[in-house]
């Protein structure tokens, strides 16, 4: 699909990403979806596999690592809900941390993004995305800066190659021309170290335990240096959930003593099972699922991350397609979904009312433990994406009846002081 031309709308697996290659069946369809193998040798581990394995973590691949789905006896639906009423602590050490330093390091993010960093304050946070030059979204990403010469860049493990073969070429290109007059940038991949996500409503109750610093005055979307347990760490207030938490970036060598510290009683290990439920009860979106390459941040519900004066400006990467969505209006909108009877999954087709045309896709879908409704998220034509707006879904070959709802699907719990 190409966003600044003539755009093909067309409602099938490759246009949202989706593989037909290892299909899973039951609730986790995501976790084989992207080409990836199953022996654990051909997995990356992170610094916490062990510790998951002495924890009696069932361990699956996703995203080219052995990761934990869940602990023990606990199941999905009831470390779900532990972490809704509780807390729980998520291993996310897959995810590729990186610093972008340099006296320009600001504008070649913002050439990279179409967020406004200038006007970001220090040891403040933005989600953004990455975009290709057609305006589709290569990866979307946490952004934290540290000052206007320093960053701190969150992205996904599936896209790791992907993103990191990006930096390179944009970063070299970027270093060798007159936008680098004023100081070249660097990049710094953190290999091996963790990071960690302590999510719930107890959550700052305990991290509170072990550090001295007022975690009150720590907001949502604000992070900083502090001292838990007698290691200094990076410490983000946010997380995945729609619960209030922090998200713990720890050097290699202390990642271990960290975690224990932080999964002692109320805290309970979670995994990715209850990971993803929570995310989309929390409407957040799941890369290669809702998001993929072919997809504007303007489809993709994600036009808030744009800044004013970016799409005044167009000085960034993929600008063209996306300011062209942003004027004409996309040819289909991500939604959100109440559907009846059984839940739909991840390729189900959508229709109009009364077995109409096919109007779109799901792209993920659950059973919400908290809602005890059917949910699921998907794109739709523009035109059939406002609230209320009824809808039918495939689902194993019978047409259920669906509502488009408003999400997030629950109201999130960030502290905001």
């Keep these: 699909m190409v966003f600044a031309g003539t755009m093909r709308v067309q409602f099938s697996k490759s246009i949202l990403g989706l593989s037909t290659r290892g299909r899973v069946s039951g609730c986790f369809p995501w976790l084989l979806t992207r080409g990836l193998s199953t022996s654990n040798d051909s997995l990356r581990k992170t610094r916490l596999y062990d510790f998951h394995v002495q924890n009696g973590a069932k361990m699956v691949p996703f995203a080219g690592y052995a990761m934990p789905l869940s602990y023990g006896s606990v199941g999905q639906v009831a470390s779900h809900n532990h972490v809704r009423t509780s807390a729980g602590l998520f291993d996310v050490g897959h995810m590729v941390q990186s610093h972008f330093r340099g006296a320009t390091a600001t ?13 970001l304050s220090p040891y403040s946070s933005t989600l953004s995305v990455l975009l290709n030059e057609n305006g589709g979204i290569i990866d979307d990403t946490v952004i934290t800066k540290h000052s206007d010469n320093a960053f701190y860049v969150v992205t996904n493990a599936g896209r790791r190659d992907r993103d990191i073969a990006w930096f390179r070429e944009k970063l070299d290109e970027w270093n060798s021309g007159e936008r680098a007059k004023d100081g070249k940038v660097e ?30 005055k720590l907001t949502f979307g604000k992070s900083a240096y502090m001292t838990i347990g007698g290691f200094l760490l990076h410490v983000a207030r946010g997380g995945y959930t729609g619960e209030d938490g922090f998200e713990i970036s720890i050097p290699p060598s202390q990642t271990v003593e960290v975690a224990e510290l932080l999964s002692q009683s109320p805290v309970q290990l979670a995994g990715l099972g209850a990971r993803d439920s929570l995310r989309l009860e ?19 519900g994600l036009s808030w991350v744009i800044g004013k004066d970016r799409k005044e400006s167009g000085d960034f990467i993929g600008a063209e397609g996306v300011r062209k969505h942003l004027k004409d209006g996309p040819p289909r909108r991500r939604v959100g979904l109440v559907v009846e009877g059984a839940p739909a999954r991840q390729g189900a087709q959508i229709f109009a009312h009364s077995g109409g045309e096919a109007i779109g896709n799901v792209t993920s879908g659950i059973p919400s433990p908290t809602l005890n409704k059917n949910i699921a998220m998907g794109y739709v034509l523009s035109g059939w994406h406002k609230k209320g707006t009824e809808v039918e879904v495939d689902v194993r070959n019978k047409l259920r009846k669906a509502v488009v709802t408003p999400m997030p699907f629950i109201k999130p719990n960030y502290w905001r002081g």
């Design 187 to 216: 990049h710094e991949v953190l290999e091996d170290w963790g990071l960690v996500a302590l999510q719930g409503p107890k959550a700052a109750e305990y991290l509170q335990k072990f550090t001295s610093s007022d975690l009150a």
């Design 282 to 300: 929390a409407g957040m979106c799941l890369y290669g699922n809702d998001l993929d390459e072919d997809t504007s941040p303007v489809e993709a």
């Design 107 to 119: 504008a070649f993010l913002e050439w990279l993004t179409p967020s406004s960093l200038k006007s």
